[in-house]
């Protein structure tokens, strides 16, 4: 990489160069919508459903052309949604939710893979070839007037499943808009508006996924008919033949926003490591101990994929890690950055973080001025977090531990994160060139002597 023309900044525009590059990235990555919304035009029979819980109860809508008598009819047949593990039946008169059918009560002659090749651009990333969507029918559910549905988050059943997709029928209503709530951000989709606004028989539709917040608001008048699926991947026999989507503004602005951080000489002269707590939830059943996490990180949605792939088309150094932490000792001990799923329950006398670093992992101190913890132990490196760790990716590993021959309980937590490896400037893809921090001699001997010094102190007030 070439040196840049312009003169170097002086301190105070440096630092303030280096916070600007790293808010613009994070910026970037959180300003990638955690769903997708619009109207698809059909064929008028394809809104005709026909629906039935016994051949006493069958029925058939058509709702491009229904009445409010064929709506309240279907609602009547409807069940109530039953909440709770027990499976029995509540009723609160003060909560309005909505009825539902099951997936075997109803049958729509609208075809919702029609859909998947729009859902396949906008969710999965341009590296997964090979990878396809497949939708699973859900529910039917009817929004009466008053009903809403509380906010709730859903979590997938299957180990592949990754969202929903809600189907919005054109029915005369007002209210009922979906809120989706991600991050600390708001939005507001209102389905009936956006199919007032389609002079054609359409639907509306909202894919998100499944671990953001969401909420409807209450139905002010008329019925609202919502059809779930539930989104999976398919990578055994994908039914899609893989088509390159174009560039988005995301993807453009990231790729400019790291380029520009490779060009900055006060950015990690001596190279180092950004750290990007993760954007979306995974199943991490799947993670066996002293496994890696490739077959993870194939896995990764939505900003998270992003990141990956623009580090890679720049060749730049990007991985999944877990960040091991103690939080029994967690302001005394350094953490402890590893590439694999570790076991616990085999240690004896050795603590499990000195057993993660012992297996190749990095002792990460939390700034500068905690080098060395309360342990003796020297960190290897500091990480810059551009977006820092939240709940998701977080996992807790409780094993017995034995100290001094006396069993106990003991917790480890694990947070998955993405580690991006850079080399010093003028080099920036040499990441063996990263100085560590125990190569340092000048500053190892400044921590022995401070500890030199704290321990004649310790002795002289002893003395005295």
């Known amino acids: 990489m070439s040196e840049p023309s312009t003169p170097p900044l002086n301190p105070s525009e440096s630092v ?33 459903l026909f629906y039935g819980k016994d051949e006493s109860i069958a029925g058939r809508i058509d709702f491009g052309n229904v009445s409010p008598e064929q709506l309240e009819r279907l609602a009547h047949t409807c069940d109530p949604i039953i909440s709770g593990a027990s499976k029995e039946l509540i009723l ?14 109803f049958c729509p002659i609208f075809d919702a893979d029609n859909l998947t090749r729009l859902l396949q651009q906008e969710f999965i990333a341009d590296d997964k070839q090979g990878v396809s969507i497949h939708l699973v029918r859900d529910t039917l559910n009817v929004y009466e007037p008053g009903s809403y549905l509380e906010p709730h988050v859903d979590t997938p059943s299957e180990e592949s499943g990754f969202g929903s997709l809600v189907i919005v029928f054109p029915t005369a209503h007002e209210g009922g808009s979906l809120v989706l709530r991600d991050a600390g951000e708001t939005w507001t989709v ?10 054609d028989p359409c639907v509306a539709f909202v894919a998100f996924h499944g671990d953001v917040e969401r909420e409807v608001l209450p139905v002010t008048s008329g019925y609202c008919i919502t059809m779930t699926y539930r989104l999976y991947y398919d990578m055994a026999s994908p039914t899609l033949t893989y088509i390159p989507t174009s560039p988005d503004s995301n993807s453009e602005q990231l790729k400019a926003a790291f380029m ?13 490591y950004l750290g990007f707590g993760l954007s979306r939830s995974y199943n991490l059943k799947g993670l066996s101990p002293y496994s890696g996490l490739d077959s993870l990180a194939r896995e990764l949605e939505g900003s998270d994929a992003l990141l990956l792939k623009i580090c890679k088309d720049l060749s730049i150094d990007v991985s999944l890690r877990i960040l091991y932490r103690d939080e029994n000792y967690g302001g005394y001990c350094h953490d402890v950055l590893s590439r694999e799923v570790h076991d616990f329950d085999s240690l004896w006398e050795e603590g499990p973080l ?36 939240i709940y998701r990716g977080y996992f807790s590993l409780k094993f017995v531990e034995s100290y001094q ?8 937590v694990g947070y998955l ?34 500890e030199e010094e704290e321990s004649e102190e310790s002795e002289e007030e002893t003395s005295s």
């Open 417 to 450: 994160c993405i580690i991006v490896a850079v080399g010093p400037y003028g080099d920036r893809k040499n990441t063996g060139k990263i100085e560590s921090l125990k190569e340092k001699p000048e500053e190892s001997e400044e921590l022995e002597k401070s």
């Open 16 to 48: 303030e160069s280096e916070r600007h590059t790293l808010k613009r990235i994070k910026r970037i990555l959180r300003g990638r919508k955690p769903y997708y919304s619009g109207t698809l035009s059909v064929k008028e029979h394809q809104l005709v």
């Open 260 to 272: 520009s951080m490779l060009d900055n000489p006060n950015l990690l002269p001596k190279g180092g």
């Open 405 to 412: 021959c006396t069993p106990h309980m003991r917790e480890i």
């Open 92 to 105: 609160d008169e003060r909560t309005r939710k909505p009825k539902k059918l099951d997936t075997h009560q």
């Open 354 to 389: 000195d057993h993660v670093a012992d297996c190749g992992g990095l002792r990460v101190a939390k700034d500068m001025d905690s080098l060395r913890d309360s342990n003796g132990h020297l960190a290897d490196t500091t990480i810059v977090w551009v977006v820092k760790q």
């Open 190 to 199: 209102n389905p009936a508006h956006d199919i007032s606004m389609n002079p």
